[in-house]
């Protein structure tokens, strides 16, 4: 119930393609899903969130799809550049009285965009 | 700035022996995590705390033990009880998000773990 599956584990991508990220969960309480991304040897940033009201959020490059029936999200990112070559770790929460708020996790997705 | 502040950025272990890793946060922030990555596991929850002298194991809990006397400090200490500490490290922090806010969770460098 508390799992958030990602997938792939690895992906390639030619510069200025489309690199796309997909995660999936279980638990229909959780109301907020973040993306984080991760340079080596350094802490994970947020890159992007969602709620789950919405079905698209897009900021610049980066947009993230929700699928709420279905239980999926996934980030897009349009016209990748090597810079974006990291790790990408999806993310979902519950909020309100009674829950602690705490981030379960996606297992990661490493990115390499190639020149 | 504000920020977190995880010390020291490499540690190692001996077998037997416990090691404290050390938070620091002056963001202003309740609520505070430890979490440990491994490759291909993505960041698994070791403790959370929410409040001042108050915490809660997460998922990973063994062998591991926090303190919160300070809201500013969440330090980790890695026991000899933990078979396999050799990790990445990674302490987080929050507003409290139980609240029900879109609360970023702005997490430290890092300290890495490992057992010679």
């Known amino acids: 119930q508390q799992q958030v599956k990602q997938s792939p584990q690895s992906l390639i991508v030619q510069k200025g393609g489309i690199s796309i990220i997909n995660c999936a969960y279980e638990?229909?309480?959780?109301?907020?899903f973040p993306w984080y991304q991760q340079f080596p040897g350094k802490g994970p940033a947020l890159l992007i969130a969602?709620?789950?009201?919405?079905s698209e959020k897009k900021e610049g490059r980066f947009t993230i799809s929700f699928n709420k029936s279905a239980k999926q999200f996934s980030l897009h990112i349009m016209d990748s550049q090597p810079g974006d070559s990291a790790t990408y770790f999806c993310?979902?929460?519950?909020?309100?009285?009674?829950?602690?708020?705490?981030?379960?996790f996606g297992q990661g997705t490493t990115l390499q965009v190639k020149p | 700035d504000g920020g977190i502040t995880q010390s020291p950025k490499y540690l190692f272990r001996k077998e037997g022996q416990n090691v404290t890793l050390s938070c620091e946060q002056n963001?202003?922030?309740?609520?505070m995590y430890w979490y440990r990555q491994d490759p291909g596991q993505g960041l698994r929850l070791i403790y959370y705390?929410?409040?001042?002298?108050?915490?809660q194991k997460g998922d990973i809990a063994e062998g591991y033990s926090v303190s919160r006397e300070k809201k500013e400090s969440f330090p980790l200490t890695v026991t000899s009880a933990q078979k396999n500490p050799t990790a990445f490290y990674l302490c987080?922090?929050?507003?409290?998000?139980?609240?029900?806010?879109?609360?970023?969770?702005?997490f430290g460098q890092g300290t890495r773990l490992t057992v010679v």
């Open positions: 987080a922090s929050s507003i409290d998000r139980a609240r029900g806010w879109d609360t970023e969770a702005f």
């Open positions: 638990n229909t309480a959780f109301d907020y």
């Open positions: 969602i709620r789950p009201d919405v």
């Open positions: 993310a979902a929460s519950q909020h309100g009285s009674g829950n602690t708020g705490k981030l379960i």
């Open positions: 963001l202003n922030h309740d609520a």
């Open positions: 705390s929410q409040i001042v002298n108050d915490f």
